[in-house]
């Protein structure tokens, strides 16, 4: 039985009927319709450029031809260990021999004056991008508090809109928490070409509503601002909150140990309701991407088929703002060298992200060759370079990758 039918939760019951699995399985998800990719919802779908059709992973006809049974708009309300057994919000209950919790992350609340007024949102579900995208049109002035990745995603796609975006920020730089201080100003610098205004060291003090609709923001220094339209992009918080119930151990997330089982082992947990045991930083870490729900998935799928391994996969992620791609493979995290290669006018460039002598992470904007050959690089291991050698002015990554297999 699978808890969450998002990324890791599709993922998991296709990997299953791939790796011949022949038993039941049911996926119980509280959101309508089928399992779709959220990536897309801060970028394309926002911008009219694909329908929520397309979102889907795969059609209805993939689920029924699988066996693959969706229970769609009902949560999962309890966990009885003793018995095996979850609880449901239709109020029914359902058997399992294995649980996997693949219940992903909300998003953090603003506990500010005027929060619930209408035109103020979070970016996480197809719903909050259909009630985003109807409102949107006859805005003028967008705010968004956060210049992480969805606060950022989102601004660029409502300047390209031709609205009128200023983003909160209450750190000094972008996307702060994930990528390194050059790579922050490029987009820093990107954001203003576009017309996107960003205030560092600000955040969203209180809004302003007029009949029950947001029309001003109040900034942490006391301005004002007006808004038709505020996104929230303060980061999420993991849905552990069934699993702390049920007993099972948290710790930033539901814990897990090398081979994804929570402290009980009939119950799994992936994706990012996830703390796991990283290789890559030797500490328990959660991660919010396609490529870690995606893979937390398969890993689990292979176990439950006998073919148990420790989880180690490289973890990679992207982010698409306007002309811009940007490709992270690695982990940053504790980075205290950064080697840039490439062209800064043209917004060509890689940092490679060194702790000592150690590659830790290569961030690359519109330069995928390199992000393919890091990613090569770190699956097999560190990758044997030091930030004297990537300093060479001839220094070419996919190259050096090639000559280093
Ligand atoms: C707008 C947006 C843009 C993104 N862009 C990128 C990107 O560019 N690149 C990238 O790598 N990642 C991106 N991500 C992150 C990525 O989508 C997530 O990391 C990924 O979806 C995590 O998969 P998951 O299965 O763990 O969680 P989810 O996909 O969130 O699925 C969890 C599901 O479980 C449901 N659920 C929760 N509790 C219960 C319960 N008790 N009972 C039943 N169902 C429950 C949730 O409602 C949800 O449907 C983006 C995320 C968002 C929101």
Request: net charge neutral; charged share 20%.
């Amino acid at each position: 039985m699978i808890a969450g039918a998002g990324q890791a939760g599709f993922q998991t019951a296709a990997s299953l009927r791939q790796d011949g699995f022949a038993g039941r399985i049911v996926m119980v998800g509280d959101e309508p319709g089928l399992p779709y990719q959220r990536p897309p919802l801060s970028k394309a779908y926002l911008m009219g450029k694909t329908t929520a059709e397309a979102l889907t992973f795969r059609p209805e006809k993939f689920f029924v031809d699988n066996r693959i049974e969706i229970v769609a708009q009902t949560r999962v309300t309890a966990i009885d260990r003793t018995n095996k057994r979850v609880a449901l919000s239709s109020g029914e209950t359902l058997d399992y021999d294995h649980l996997v919790l693949a219940l992903g992350a909300h998003n953090r609340a603003l506990p500010i004056r005027g929060a619930a007024l209408e035109g103020v949102f979070g970016l996480r579900t197809l719903a909050d991008a259909d009630a985003i995208g109807a409102m949107l049109a006859d805005a003028h002035e967008v705010v968004v508090a956060g210049a992480g990745f969805i606060g950022l995603e989102f601004g660029a796609v409502a300047s390209a809109l031709g609205k009128s975006v200023h983003v909160l920020e209450l750190a000094d730089r972008t996307m702060a928490r994930a990528i390194s201080p050059a790579m922050s100003q490029l987009f820093a610098a990107a954001h203003a070409s576009w017309g996107v205004n960003i205030d560092f060291g600000q955040g969203l003090a209180a809004l302003a509503g007029e009949r029950g609709r947001v029309c001003a923001v109040e900034t942490t220094d006391g301005r004002k601002r007006p808004a038709d339209v505020v996104v929230v992009g303060i980061g999420v918080l993991p849905n552990a909150a069934i699993a702390a119930e049920a007993g099972l151990d948290i710790d930033n997330g539901i814990k897990v140990d090398a081979e994804l089982l929570t402290s009980d082992p009939t119950i799994s947990a992936i994706g990012d309701c996830a703390s796991f045991p990283s290789p890559y930083t030797g500490s328990h870490i959660r991660l919010e991407s396609v490529q870690n729900a995606a893979d937390q998935g398969r890993a689990v799928a292979a176990r439950l088929m006998g073919r148990a391994a420790p989880y180690g996969a490289v973890p990679w992620f992207w982010s698409d703002q306007r002309d811009l791609k940007l490709q992270i493979a690695g982990l940053s995290i504790g980075a205290d060298t950064t080697i840039v290669v490439g062209n800064r006018d043209e917004r060509r460039l890689s940092v490679l992200c060194f702790r000592g002598d150690k590659l830790l992470a290569v961030e690359s904007v519109n330069r995928g060759a390199d992000h393919v050959a890091a990613r090569k690089m770190f699956a097999r291991g560190t990758p044997p370079l030091t930030p004297a050698e990537a300093s060479r002015p001839d220094f070419d990554l996919k190259a050096w990758e090639a000559a280093t297999r």
